[in-house]
């Protein structure tokens, strides 16, 4: 049986054809590289270099044949340790990542993807756009992408198999006309929203988070909320909002201006909405990892 040092020996000899420089290649003796090419071709029945003049050593025509065989060998077991090492540490590979539509009004997503081609330039990195609402866990579940990242509720249930890493809190805010009497109330009460004109995300389009504010409505309010206009998405709910066409629930952004006939206020009540992302629970992926760590981390500065 011919073994891979052994392969390793003979194709450093069958470049140089030279004794003591494949020795001196190899760090070894050049008794011991004569005996292992000695070796070599007992195993395989047939002789790998003529030697009648030891001084100019040649390949047989059989050595040869065995050498283009057999000469990537050890390049190709380097290059598959190299491209493991690196596969472990999540430096390449691909990750395919469907994204809500509202995930962009708050995260520069594009600027983290950056960020990770730059630390891990062989990594490939894949975007879908994920559709809102009950059918957003399909791309997960049929395997299309790796990744899920949405806005939902902390206490979320997602389908069996996955799990959700809380990225960042989500903390709403009362989006308000700058004419609107609310915009006058330092602290808005429950009791002002009951007859409140409401810009809100279709219910078709986002379910969960209408649900969510149902919920709210009737368990301080007594009553669902009365809604005047429905768009979806952070700016087109201030542009509705700063045309006085109702108050709008956002999400707090830092460092972010508002229009000019619009005014945020503190919601009087608690929400646990955050931004997600959803996964499968047992996988253990250092890529994801990777960018989960790099993600987390632009959100928190």
Same mark, same amino acid.
């Given at each position: 049986m011919?073994?891979?040092?052994?392969?390793q020996?003979f194709?450093?000899?069958?470049?140089?054809?030279h004794?003591?420089?494949?020795?001196?290649?190899l760090e070894?003796?050049?008794a011991t590289?004569?005996?292992?090419i000695?070796?070599m071709?007992?195993?395989?029945?047939?002789q790998?270099?003529?030697?009648?003049?030891?001084?100019?050593?040649?390949?047989?025509?059989?050595g040869?044949s065995y050498?283009?065989?057999?000469k990537n060998?050890?390049?190709?077991?380097?290059?598959?340790y190299?491209?493991a090492?690196?596969?472990?540490r999540?430096?390449?590979?691909?990750?395919s990542i469907?994204?809500?539509?509202?995930?962009?009004d708050?995260i520069?997503?594009g600027?983290?993807?950056?960020?990770?081609k730059?630390?891990y330039?062989?990594?490939h990195?894949?975007?879908?756009?994920?559709p809102?609402g009950?059918?957003?866990?399909?791309?997960l579940?049929n395997?299309k992408?790796?990744?899920?990242?949405?806005?939902g509720?902390t206490n979320?249930?997602?389908?069996?198999?996955?799990?959700t890493?809380?990225?960042?809190?989500?903390?709403?805010?009362?989006?308000?006309?700058?004419?609107?009497? =609310?915009?006058?109330m330092?602290n808005?009460?429950?009791? #002002?929203?009951? /007859?409140t *004109?409401?810009?809100? !995300?279709?219910?078709?389009?986002a379910?969960?988070?209408?649900?969510t504010?149902?919920?709210?409505?009737?368990?301080?309010?007594?009553?669902?909320?009365?809604v005047?206009?429905?768009?979806?998405?952070?700016?087109?709910?201030?542009?509705f909002v700063?045309?006085?066409?109702?108050?709008?629930?956002?999400?707090?952004?830092?460092n972010n201006?508002?229009?000019?006939?619009?005014?945020?206020?503190? =919601?009087?009540?608690?929400?646990?909405?955050?931004?997600? #992302?959803?996964? /499968?629970? *047992?996988?253990n992926? !250092?890529v994801?990892?990777?960018?989960?760590?790099?993600?987390?981390?632009?959100?928190?500065?």
């Amino acid at each position: 049986m011919i073994s891979l040092t052994q392969i390793q020996h003979f194709s450093v000899l069958a470049k140089t054809l030279h004794f003591a420089k494949a020795a001196s290649q190899l760090e070894i003796s050049q008794a011991t590289l004569s005996c292992e090419i000695k070796k070599m071709e007992k195993s395989l029945g047939f002789q790998l270099f003529d030697r009648a003049n030891k001084w100019n050593i040649k390949l047989t025509a059989a050595g040869q044949s065995y050498y283009d065989g057999v000469k990537n060998i050890p390049y190709d077991i380097s290059r598959a340790y190299d491209n493991a090492v690196k596969s472990a540490r999540g430096e390449s590979g691909h990750i395919s990542i469907a994204v809500n539509n509202i995930v962009y009004d708050y995260i520069n997503l594009g600027e983290i993807c950056k960020k990770m081609k730059i630390l891990y330039p062989e990594v490939h990195i894949r975007i879908f756009d994920m559709p809102m609402g009950q059918k957003r866990f399909e791309y997960l579940i049929n395997g299309k992408v790796d990744l899920a990242l949405f806005a939902g509720s902390t206490n979320l249930i997602m389908p069996e198999g996955f799990c959700t890493k809380n990225i960042m809190p989500l903390n709403f805010a009362l989006a308000i006309p700058g004419s609107s009497r =609310l915009a006058k109330m330092e602290n808005i009460t429950v009791e #002002a929203l009951k /007859q409140t *004109h409401f810009v809100l !995300p279709p219910r078709e389009e986002a379910p969960n988070l209408r649900r969510t504010l149902d919920e709210i409505f009737m368990e301080h309010c007594n009553s669902l909320p009365i809604v005047a206009q429905e768009v979806i998405g952070y700016h087109a709910t201030l542009q509705f909002v700063e045309a006085g066409l109702g108050v709008g629930f956002v999400f707090m952004r830092r460092n972010n201006p508002l229009p000019e006939q619009v005014v945020l206020r503190e =919601l009087p009540i608690r929400t646990d909405r955050s931004l997600l #992302a959803g996964f /499968q629970e *047992h996988i253990n992926s !250092p890529v994801i990892n990777n960018f989960l760590r790099i993600l987390q981390k632009n959100c928190e500065n």
